[in-house]
Nanobody
Framework: QVQLVESGGGSVQPGGSLRLSCAAS????????MGWYRQAPGKQRELVAT??NYADSVKGRFTISRDNAKNTVYLQMNSLKPDDTAVYYC???????WGQGTQVTVSS
């Protein structure tokens, strides 16, 4: 059974931080590359982080990590900007499976 459940989103002021978590089913976590995507209103979903690469827009501010014992992938987001506002999804890479998403809003 494929299951991806994100958590940790919320509202934060510019310059703030959030940590997203994604609990994955064993069948996905142990066999697929994982990443974090985001989709802003009116825009296409974009891949922002994998374990080996980051989108230029988040490089140096976001850090992806995984805990194999917990089947969980994290996204630490620092120095957040209003442009980071989006629904964030964890998913497989390439994208075939995604979670339900968690909203991140960066606003003063």
């Amino acid at each position: 059974q494929v299951q991806l459940v994100e958590s940790g989103g919320g509202s934060v002021q510019p310059g703030g931080s959030l940590r997203l978590s994604c609990a994955a089913s064993e069948s996905i976590f142990s066999t697929k590359a994982m990443g974090w995507y985001r989709q802003a209103p009116g825009k296409q979903r974009e891949l922002v982080a994998t374990l080996t690469n980051y989108a230029d827009s988040v490089k140096g501010r976001f850090t992806i990590s995984r805990d194999n014992a917990k089947n969980t992938v994290y996204l630490q987001m620092n120095s957040l900007k209003p442009d980071d506002t989006a629904v964030y999804y964890c998913g497989t890479v390439p994208g075939r499976y995604w979670g339900q998403g968690t909203q991140v809003t960066v606003s003063s």
